[in-house]
């Protein structure tokens, strides 16, 4: 049997990372011909007359490595469920959900009666409050309707008006919601008295010239008025509140330490950050220099700072990485000007370049993903305005960000979790 150029394990490992590299659904034999011939095998210095492909062997390669040209339908989207990452964190979030089961009522089989739970002294029983979403279309119709043998309905173009509804439910009353009785109640005490919203559920009706789309903005404006209304119709019990995965819960403080909300210089339309700490990582200063690792470090002007216009003002990564001596004497070195370092080899690429090195390495890593750090996540860090104290577990599949929520409130601790 002839060997062919795909046996060559330099071909064939540059063949994978391009394919790898390729938006989904966007493969083209041709432009592998293309990319074969005229980048792969001339780098390689396979410069033969025989070094060459064809586009029928470019049809034939994708299939050997375990493409197939197919018609897209939709079809059910599986993420790497079966990864490890994944696995690992179904583990850790039922071991989580079941530590709270025991604080919960059970249901009888036959007669659906509730069964208290056993709770010692100063335990308090707890109340599962699942969130989901959903989103009608205008134009939406019955799969299977009733016609006659020469009757075909036509049927509009698009989805038409979207109508979006986040809902919370919990076993006790159903939807979370106040009864008639207790709404004749609110309304009949003091406006500054009575709570924002009598109803947990939310409807919006996105689009151009609407409301905008659901975002984690309003996802906080609604969590706020939910806690409100499980406090009232739940007094002294704790609520486990279950959030369905969605990329609209993804989010950052605004004070969160995001390198993207800053400028090079101080002052300016840059956020203003919370403190941090100075890594211990960070490289060992130079000799009768300072050692700045693990000290605290403000990214904000002190408010009695010599100069009155940088009073309050955000520092800026100049001013940052110059508080970090060791590491600004670092940036100094590598350059050749005596003057740091603005961008990297990888700041520089473009952000093609580093979405196709993303996908490369995300097929070679099976799906593993960094983990992102607990405090900037915006979910978890909101709560904490009205005195919640929320703890954040991070990690689920690539494209979502499940997150595990506690808060506890100060007359009533409400558990927050988001799973799937």
Request: with cysteine.
């Amino acid at each position: 049997m002839n060997n062919t150029l795909l046996d060559n394990e330099n071909v064939l490992l540059a063949v994978r990372r391009y394919l790898a590299a390729k938006n989904l659904g966007t493969i083209s034999t041709e432009e592998l011909c293309r990319h074969v011939n005229n980048i792969i095998l001339p780098t390689l210095g396979l410069t033969g007359p025989n070094d060459r492909i064809c586009t029928h062997t470019a049809w034939n390669w994708p299939k050997k490595l375990g493409y197939i040209c197919k018609d897209v339908k939709k079809g059910i989207y599986v993420d790497g469920h079966e990864q490890p990452n994944v696995i690992a964190y179904h583990e850790k979030f039922l071991k989580e959900i079941a530590s709270y089961e025991r604080f919960m009522c059970t249901y009888d089989d036959q007669t659906m009666e509730s069964i208290p739970p056993h709770l010692c002294h100063g335990e308090r029983k707890h109340v599962l409050v699942a969130q989901d979403e959903c989103i009608f279309h205008v134009n939406e119709c019955p799969r299977r309707q009733w016609l006659k043998k020469d009757q075909q309905p036509l049927k509009k173009k698009g989805n038409g008006r979207s109508i979006h509804v986040c809902g919370w439910i919990c076993k006790t009353i159903g939807q979370l919601r106040l009864s008639e009785e207790q709404i004749k109640a609110q309304a009949s005490l003091p406006e500054a008295d009575r709570l924002r919203a009598t109803d947990a559920h939310k409807t919006i009706y996105p689009g151009k010239n609407h409301n905008t789309w659901w975002d984690l903005n309003q996802l906080m404006s609604n969590l706020a008025d939910t806690v409100d209304i499980f406090e009232f119709t739940h007094p002294g019990k704790v609520g486990v509140f279950l959030f369905n995965c969605s990329s609209a819960h993804e989010g950052l403080a605004q004070d969160a330490l995001n390198v993207n909300n800053m400028n090079i210089g101080p002052g300016g339309k840059q956020c203003a950050l919370q403190s941090t700490m100075i890594p211990l990582s960070n490289p060992p200063p130079q000799p009768g220099r300072p050692d700045t690792r693990g000290q605290p470090q403000h990214l904000v002007f002190s408010p009695d700072h010599p100069d009155e216009n940088l009073r309050n003002q955000p520092k800026g990564m100049h001013v940052v990485l110059e508080e970090r001596v060791s590491v600004w004497d670092e940036l100094v070195k590598r350059s050749k000007k005596e003057k740091p370092v603005g961008k990297c080899k990888d700041c520089a690429k473009s952000q093609v370049k580093k979405d196709a090195e993303r996908r490369v390495a995300e097929a070679e890593a099976m799906g593993h993903e960094d983990v992102i750090e607990e405090a900037d996540i915006r979910l978890q860090d909101e709560p904490e305005e009205p005195g919640f104290v929320p703890l954040l577990m991070v990690d689920f599949q690539r494209l979502i960000h499940n997150v595990l929520l506690l808060i506890h409130t100060l007359c009533c601790d409400c558990v927050i979790q988001e799973g799937s």
